[in-house]
């Protein structure tokens, strides 16, 4: 709770500072108000369950964790932003204040317990992404980003809005715990509760871009500045996934059979289309948004079968995969500066400027192959404990076909994935040496780091939660 | 704990390697393989074979799910085990010869892998047991993509995502397990055993394992990543991918797939033995038209490899410890041979039968050696492949006489191959290549005279070796034939 309250003091203080002269303080400053707030929700760590605002916010320690990512993945995308400050386009201070907002939207999705401040937080988080996808504003293809992202997440929130109206018409209530009153009366056939469960997972699964919602997905990922898309491919989607399984498991876990059966047809469909697009993209942003669409699959994968162990399952792929895209996307940063502009005055962010990266940048290319194997899910990185905890669930609800679908999906993966090592390691290319900011070096070997280490003793997560 | 120490010494070697530059890496590596062997050595001296598991850790690793951190060695691990850290430090020695670029990657890599087989042979635990299996892949596919042919990428591209192909529906197989094992759930390799399956799920679980350690040893129709592997990779990959690397799909066989499918091996068993037999056949008729040398040991391998998958199949006594004692064989011969080709092509450019011819008024050593290793290949009695191959062809004939005269064209057909090969590279007239073609240096010298030695010792002695596995194979025949 405390995170929300300074995060919204702090994203106006970091607009009092932007209207001073004093620009350099903004990264630094930025950076110290997220760990202030990482501190400041560690205080409530171990409470078990509370209840704040008149009953609107809760916290535990799943809540805790969870929140604990997106914090993480915010500081690590902030420490990112050094390019800003030489930009005399760029508005800094505007932007850090925007991603803090958004951080407090994220928050409050993750933490609800009323979907009046569900919509709140989404709301929070979404118009602040709108804006800044935006960011680049002579670049048409920002704009265009920024104007789909809108257009789509508009009419998601509306779908959202109409699902909650009707849940309130059947259950007579906006809270989670009502919900879940009704759903232990077993609702039997009542359409309109039914229609309301189903238009509210709509209005959220847009917004972790699981197929057939996730058609915005590829071209925002695309036209919005690198370091917004890391922004969107890890914060919002763990606070997405967060509020699904807030939903699902203290709501309408008593009700698992009705709605499992749309939820694992929503999966498999994610699993197929994020993964057969993703080996025909040329661009390697395009493929990365692609790849966030498969691994939103992976975490619904835990959402569907939704057992004890979902949580943990779901907070280390989330963890996992958040520190994955964040290198993955650091590295597309620093490598796609270097290269020449393409034709159409866009940066050139396909494969090709990965090739040789390994000669002359070892570093950059073990951050970048450590990222790609954990995305993949290959052992002795996190990402293959993510799927393993993520599988092992749907192994334990009985789901042996969704189980083995999904694995068919990670060989279709590796596809993808391997293509950047392969480029890295063995074609030649031009690229000469990489500067990289130290604060942007720390991120890039942190994030590899923690996912190796991960990845040899899974135990660390776990023993926390 | 001798057996962690066993894991970490490679790796540590390895860390080591990786971070002192220059041209003191190599001999780091070779000297954390030979300290691995040392220890090897001390277990086998200490070991028990009647003793089931012993040397024996256990850590916790994913408490809430029961998965730890635990390994240890019987008969079975301990072969296998001395298997690698034997061979390591010639395959490390086999590259001096050579100029790798970045040769601290390279020869770190090497360790790398030898530290994740060793934790293949050695885990108890199934968890622990895929992510040595996986992770041996890594470094491998390294090797073969960075230093590898110039038709490299697609080649190791196809290895890597067909061998993890495989090894994902072992996973899949694993997980399922996993939740069948009573109470609190359990990944101990030995709560797998006896869990009373269907005979349903059994197929299915047994088709899982097949494909992920058919592909990796690989049995017909399975291999066509194989032999192209095989050619595009440097030398010392080469030899890690067939000297010791198919060994964990024999291994895997041997400890996941017998004793928990037994219902599974009476339903496809036989399918999978006519496969294997098949392979035998095929391999051996393919390298009798080879005019690459590699290719040609490649395409043996695959028969001699289908060779164990068929004893294996065959699931008896004869079989069983006939597959373990030529894993070792194998892998000291095809280690031997795929280094001579290296020999030879590294000083005519060629490896082109063709091409060649000649050698042994030249190189007498060279071809001394080569018609040792070569005729263990061929499994001449009092060679170390014999062994082997008796017992191998004894344990098919016990289950089905007809299999057993099908697979037992394999030692007619591996002569003439092998003889084929040695007769058009060594024998015969110089050609232009050959014509200064000098003999072994001290380096080959170290490497080839004790692979020659280990050829004859085994041929000569394998009661040694086989005394070590026999209680263990017996353990593994025990609970494949308990209802």
Request: charged content about 10%.
């Amino acid at each position: 709770m405390y995170p929300i309250i300074l995060l919204s003091v702090f994203g106006i203080a970091t607009l009092f500072i932007g209207l001073s002269k004093s620009r350099n303080l903004l990264l630094p400053s930025a950076l110290l108000f997220i760990i202030l707030a990482f501190l400041s929700s560690v205080v409530d760590w171990g409470g078990g369950q509370a209840l704040y605002f008149f009953e609107m916010l809760r916290v535990n320690n799943n809540i805790i964790a969870f929140g604990f990512i997106v914090l993480l993945s915010a500081f690590m995308v902030v420490a990112m932003t050094g390019g800003f400050l030489d930009d005399e386009e760029a508005q800094p201070a505007e932007y850090f204040a925007l991603m803090l907002f958004s951080l407090v939207g994220a928050l409050v999705m993750i933490g609800f317990e009323n979907m009046i401040m569900f919509f709140l937080g989404l709301e929070i988080l979404s118009i602040a992404m709108y804006v800044l996808a935006g960011s680049e504003k002579r670049n048409l293809r920002s704009n265009e980003a920024s104007l789909k992202y809108f257009l789509m997440g508009a009419f998601a929130s509306g779908i959202l809005l109409f699902g909650i109206g009707l849940l309130y018409a059947a259950t007579g209530s906006f809270d989670l715990q009502g919900y879940k009153a009704y759903s232990l009366l077993n609702p039997g056939q009542n359409p309109m509760f039914h229609a309301g469960l189903i238009l509210l997972l709509v209005g959220m699964l847009f917004k972790i871009s699981a197929a057939p919602f996730h058609f915005w997905t590829p071209d925002v990922y695309d036209g919005s500045p690198t370091i917004f898309t890391t922004f969107m491919a890890t914060v919002v989607k763990t606070a997405g996934v967060a509020a699904i399984y807030r939903v699902l498991a203290e709501s309408f876990a008593p009700i698992h059979s009705q709605w499992w059966i749309i939820l694992a047809t929503i999966t498999i469909l994610t699993l197929l289309i994020g993964n057969i697009s993703a080996v025909y993209q040329s661009s390697f942003k395009r493929m990365l948004a692609y790849s966030a669409i498969s691994h939103a699959g992976y975490l619904l994968i835990a959402l569907t079968a939704l057992t004890e162990k979902s949580v943990t399952a779901i907070i280390f792929y989330s963890l996992a995969y958040s520190l994955a895209t964040i290198s993955a996307f650091g590295v597309l940063i620093l490598v796609s500066r270097v290269h020449p502009l393409t034709e159409d005055g866009q940066p050139n962010e396909s494969f090709e400027i990965f090739n040789g990266l390994a000669a002359k940048n070892p570093a950059l290319a073990f951050v970048l192959t450590v990222s790609m194997l954990s995305l993949a899910g290959i052992p002795l990185t996190a990402g293959f404990w993510g799927k393993f905890l993520v599988l092992s669930t749907a192994a334990e609800r009985g789901l042996y076909g969704l189980l083995v679908f999904a694995m068919l999906m990670a060989v279709i993966g590796l596809f993808y994935y391997l293509k950047v090592v392969i480029a890295v390691y063995t074609k030649e290319g031009e690229t000469g040496r990489i500067r990289v900011a130290p604060f942007f070096k720390i991120v890039l070997i942190a994030a590899a780091v923690a996912t190796i280490l991960f990845g040899l003793v899974p135990g660390l997560v776990e023993s926390v939660l | 704990m001798l057996t962690l120490i066993l894991i970490l010494i490679p790796l540590a070697a390895a860390l080591i390697t990786l971070l002192g530059k220059g041209s003191g890496a190599k001999l780091v590596a070779l000297g954390g393989s030979i300290a691995a062997l040392v220890v090897t050595l001390f277990i086998w001296q200490k070991f028990d074979p009647t003793g089931g598991t012993q040397f024996a850790f256990r850590y916790p690793w994913l408490e809430s799910l029961g998965i730890s951190f635990s390994g240890g060695i019987d008969g079975i691990s301990l072969l296998l085990v001395f298997l690698t850290t034997f061979l390591t430090p010639f395959i490390i020695l086999s590259g001096f010869g050579q100029q790798y670029k970045n040769e601290s990657t390279f020869y770190a890599l090497i360790l790398f892998m030898e530290s994740a087989l060793i934790g293949v042979f050695v885990a108890t635990d199934a968890f622990l047991f895929y992510l040595f299996f996986e992770a041996a892949l890594i470094p491998v596919y390294f090797l073969s993509a960075v230093w590898g042919g110039p038709n490299r990428r697609p080649v190791t591209f196809k290895f890597f995502v067909y061998t993890m192909f495989g090894s994902f529906f072992m996973l899949v197989a694993l997980i399922y397990l996993y939740f069948q094992t009573p109470g609190y759930h359990s990944s101990d390799i030995n709560a797998f055993y006896n869990l009373g399956l269907s005979t349903g799920a059994q197929s299915l679980v047994f088709l899982a394992f097949f494909l992920a350690f058919g592909i990796k040893m690989p049995i017909f129709p399975l291999h066509t990543w194989q032999p192209d592997t095989y050619v595009e990779s440097p030398t010392p990959a080469t030899m890690l991918l067939s000297g010791i690397m198919l060994k964990m799909g024999v291994y895997g066989m041997v400890r996941f797939l017998l004793p928990i499918t037994p219902l599974g091996l009476e339903k496809w068993g036989h399918l999978a033995i006519i496969l294997a037999v098949i392979g035998i056949v095929y391999g051996s008729v393919i390298a009798i038209q080879q005019r690459d040398m590699k290719r040609l040991i490649a395409y043996s391998s695959l028969a001699h490899v289908c060779l164990m998958g068929a004893g294996i199949f065959s699931a008896n006594t004869q079989g069983l410890q006939g597959a373990m004692i030529q894993s070792l064989s194998h892998g000291i011969n095809v280690v031997g041979l795929f280094f001579i080709i290296e020999i030879i092509q590294s000083r005519t450019q060629s490896r082109f039968l063709s091409e060649l011819g000649g050698i042994t008024q030249k190189a007498p050593q060279l071809s001394t050696l080569f018609m040792i290793i070569l005729l263990g290949s061929v499994a001449l009695p009092l060679t170390n492949g014999f062994v082997g191959e008796f017992l191998l062809l004894a344990g098919v004939f016990q289950y089905n006489n007809w299999l057993g005269a099908v697979a037992g064209l394999t030692i007619i057909l591996a002569a003439v191959y092998m003889l084929r090969l040695y007769q058009k590279a060594i024998f015969g007239q110089q050609s232009e290549l050959t014509t200064h073609f000098s003999d072994l240096n001290a380096t080959e010298r170290m490497v080839l005279v004790p692979l020659a030695l280990m050829v004859i010792w085994i041929g000569v002695y394998p009661n040694m070796f086989l005394k070590i596995t026999e209680p263990a194979v017996t353990h593994i025949l025990q609970v494949v034939s308990a209802p």
